[in-house]
């Protein structure tokens, strides 16, 4: 398994398609291997092709390690469902989910009757990184989706030699979004960046 990368500095929150493709866009190569998200007792890794969780360093980790906690697990977008994030509240830590065809889930906590049989799908998270599970939610249902259509991630660019030429380059987008390449989401952001730049 290839090392995932840690961001430099901090997680974006990523709030719509649009963010997310850039964000895509940017850390094309990171993704690759894998962007990690630290979680409490188990951490997330997120890339192109799969989604793995591994058991967390420091304390809850190595209390997980002790009570039989898997190490790594993997698992491809093409064998997983869904994904369920729910933030942390005022009353219960938040915790990140990946639901697989077929799998079984099982109680998580130290408070489990399961000792040793802890669902290495599911995240505790810390109190403050509600933030980079949401992230991590939009990065991964990107993923999926790509997976569950059968397409790769589509980049368009654009390229701007001169403003008079920005008229056209609308037009082109126009065009690939009548074809159904470009969302009318996609379309009008592109557009209001081409248009601020004359």
Partial sequence: MEVAAEL???????????????????????????ILFTGLDRDLI???????????????GGINKMLGEEGVTEVFYEDITNFIFTPASAFARGKFQIVVKGQVRQDTGLLSFNKGKNDP?????????????????????????LSKTGGGQQT??????????????????????????????EFDAKKADLLSKM
């Fill in 46 to 60: 997120v890339s192109e092709s799969k989604v793995s969780t591994q058991t967390a360093s420091g304390v809850f």
């Fill in 156 to 185: 368009v660019v654009v390229q701007s030699n001169e403003a008079d030429d920005i008229p056209s380059q609308i037009k082109k987008l126009s065009d690939l979004k009548d074809q159904g390449i470009l969302t009318e989401e």
């Fill in 8 to 34: 430099e500095g901090d997680i974006p929150l990523l709030t719509n398609r649009a963010d997310v493709e850039k964000f895509v866009n940017e850390n094309d190569k990171k993704l690759k291997s894998g």
């Fill in 121 to 145: 799908f599911t995240i505790a998270l810390k109190m403050n990184n509600s933030n980079d599970f949401q992230t991590a939610k939009k990065l991964a249902d990107y993923f999926l989706e």
